[in-house]
């Protein structure tokens, strides 16, 4: 898919006073590069997306991948797992986006979120109040389940009293805070993710066990007709694997060369 040399940097940004760390490549060579940033899933870090942020390279992206601040059982930026939810993810994503686009050599009319599971939920989020400054959004299964587990108690390894949350809430070997659940509560993802105009591609497998293929069908109806393409992946379980992996990924090289005639860039070998 690409023969491109990759530079690997490490990068770093704020958030409210946190500090995000993660890692940016990027073709050794060329300027007005599309950015796109991968975002991981729950429990997750980013050495779990950085094949995906690789590729993105060999296609000619300023690729990004980070760990979100408390979102990770190992990761690299500041933040306690009790203090994290999907809406502080997606103030972690909102930062990255903009240090990105403050690279000299990036070209900002162009960039692509793409996130794994709850990783997909939070680019959603973030697609649809960052609105114009994203020009695609890529989700793997994305987690819109959450919403509707922390209105049921259980939401993977965690099982509380929905109507008496405790401040911390045992899930796995992750603490979280009474916020995780609380914070989405009310939440129709639906509605919220549907705010966002641009073009959408999102890919879900047909045995995954942790977000049912439901939420997929029902966030493509979601958009506006013709605004989302879903792929559903035969066998694909939550977190793709080897062919299921390769099947996704071209689907995402095919949907990336179907805006290139819209959004002019040279450089990049899609």
Request: net charge positive.
């Amino acid at each position: 898919m690409g023969t491109k040399k990759i530079v690997k940097t490490k990068f770093s940004c704020k958030r409210n006073g946190l500090t995000i760390r993660g890692t940016h490549y990027r073709p050794e060579t060329g300027n007005d590069l599309p950015i796109a940033i991968v975002s991981h899933g729950f429990m997750a870090n980013q050495q779990t997306v950085k094949g995906y942020a690789k590729q993105l390279a060999m296609w000619g992206f300023a690729a990004f991948c980070f760990d979100f601040c408390g979102g990770c059982i190992w990761g690299k930026s500041d933040g306690k797992t009790t203090d994290m939810s999907v809406l502080t993810e997606k103030e972690d994503l909102k930062a990255v986006a903009a240090y990105a686009r403050s690279l000299d050599y990036v070209n900002r009319a162009r960039m692509v979120l793409m996130g794994c599971s709850q990783g997909g939920f939070v680019s959603a989020l973030t697609a649809a109040e960052l609105q114009d400054q994203v020009s695609e959004l890529i989700l793997f299964y994305p987690a819109l389940c959450i919403p509707d587990d922390a209105r049921k108690g259980h939401m993977m390894f965690a099982k509380f009293d929905p109507q008496n949350i405790p401040e911390v809430v045992p899930c796995g070997p992750m603490k979280l805070g009474k916020v995780y659940p609380q914070s989405v509560m009310e939440m129709d993802p639906f509605a919220e993710i549907g705010a966002y105009k641009g073009r959408v591609l999102l890919v879900h497998g047909t045995a995954d066990k942790i977000v049912d293929a439901t939420y997929a069908r029902r966030a493509r109806e979601a958009y506006e007709e013709g605004q989302c393409t879903l792929q559903m992946i035969e066998g694909g379980t939550h977190g793709f694997k080897k062919k299921a992996d390769i099947e996704a990924m071209q689907g995402v090289r095919r949907f990336l060369r179907g805006t290139r005639e819209r959004i002019s860039f040279e450089a990049a070998e899609l």
